[in-house]
């Protein structure tokens, strides 16, 4: 009869890293999970716009889309650039534009 080869016992994880990751992915989560944020980022997620292609593309009133393009700037999952009066948009987190990714796929893609 023959023996069963052995096998090497997993790595013991990092929990503090762990907990990190999980803190990180948790305010990502949060950040996606308004509806307003989440169909700017879709709309981001297919190149740089304006404010004011943001507001046509997604039908949100001017102070509810500042805000939450705010909410997305200050969660470092967007950044800007000025071009005259212009601000421009742009997806800036490759975790956030992974996820969209994942969405998209899974309840966007017909």
Known sequence: MLAAPEVAPPPSLDVEALRQSANAACRLMKALSNPDRLLLLCQLSQGEKNVGELEALVGI????????????RDEGLVTTRREGKNIYYCISSTQA??????????????
Request: with cysteine.
């Open 97 to 110: 534009l992974a996820v969209m990714n994942v969405l998209y796929a899974q309840f966007c893609k017909t």
């Open 61 to 72: 009133a001017q102070p509810t889309l500042s805000q939450q393009l705010g909410v997305l």
